[in-house]
């Protein structure tokens, strides 16, 4: 007897269901996101044109952009280390790193900035000496990019680690015993097996890195044209009765965040058809 397939349930149920998930998708994702452009155009293009190009707006955005680059390069960067070292050699204290990785994902990121002003503000651990040497790290886009590298840090290591624990080391060994060094062997055989996978990393990190609040709240000082982002600068916008001005500046945000689902919504059609291609 064939079993009955989870497809089958009466058609009001099946409804009711999807009902049920568009109304809960409609008031908590689109309904906010189609009021914070209402709120921003509420003034006409002009108003909202002006908002982006004032000079505090501008100097956010560009250092959200430099950071981003910055925390995603560097997470791309060492994430495929993380999972190169754990998915192709053993050695002593390889679960604790897993668990590592996974850290920023249970610390919350006001903790983690905190730790980063006790550990290289003025009165911290290393402060008196970076500050003695002429380095400011916390109240400047050092400590802002430290802070974001820390909360962003999971994402690439995180979609590596399975794929890459899939797929074994054998066509790694094999290159290797057909004579390729160690830097062929990677851009050759491992690079390209987990190209789509080191994307879709990246991608996650660069919305999460464009996003955060928390850690950097607690790290930049809040000095306008200086150290704020763009959440940051819509919270200060808001506070001060700025509303259009702040919906018009967290409209980039939700810009960035509709264009980056697309490339996600893209990236795993790609991987998906690849998927049945093989």
Request: neutral net charge.
């Amino acid at each position: 007897m064939k079993p009955e397939s989870v497809h089958a349930e009466p058609a009001p149920v099946r409804r009711a269901v999807i009902a049920a998930a568009a109304l809960v998708v409609g008031l908590f994702i689109v309904l906010p996101l189609v009021n914070v452009f209402a709120q921003a155009l509420s003034k006409g293009w002009a108003a909202y044109a002006s908002a982006l190009v004032e000079p505090d707006a501008l100097a956010a955005i560009e250092l959200t952009l430099l950071v981003t680059a910055l925390s995603v390069g560097l997470n791309a960067a060492m994430g495929l280390v993380m999972a190169w070292a754990i998915t192709k050699f053993s050695f002593p204290g390889k679960s604790f790193l897993i668990t590592l990785i996974d850290l920023p994902f249970s610390v919350s990121p006001v903790i983690a900035g905190l730790v980063f002003v006790l550990l290289f503000g003025a009165q911290g651990f290393f402060g008196g000496w970076l500050i003695d040497n002429g380095w400011k790290i916390i109240f400047a886009w050092p400590g802002i990019t430290l802070a974001t590298v820390f909360v962003t840090f999971p994402f690439v290591a995180r979609e590596l680690i399975p794929l890459m624990q899939e797929q074994g080391t054998a066509e790694e060994e094999a290159a290797v015993t057909l004579g390729a060094d160690g830097w062929r062997v990677f851009t050759r055989v491992t690079l390209p097996n987990i190209r789509w996978a080191l994307l879709y990393g990246v991608l996650l990190c660069n919305a999460r890195a464009m996003g955060e609040f928390g850690a950097v709240s607690v790290v930049s000082g809040h000095v306008r044209g200086e150290t704020n982002t763009i959440p940051l600068q819509v919270e200060i916008l808001y506070n001060e009765y700025q509303f259009q001005a702040s919906f018009a500046v967290a409209s980039l945000l939700a810009l960035l965040a509709i264009v980056t689902l697309l490339a996600k919504a893209a990236l795993e059609a790609r991987i998906g058809a690849r998927h049945r291609g093989h």
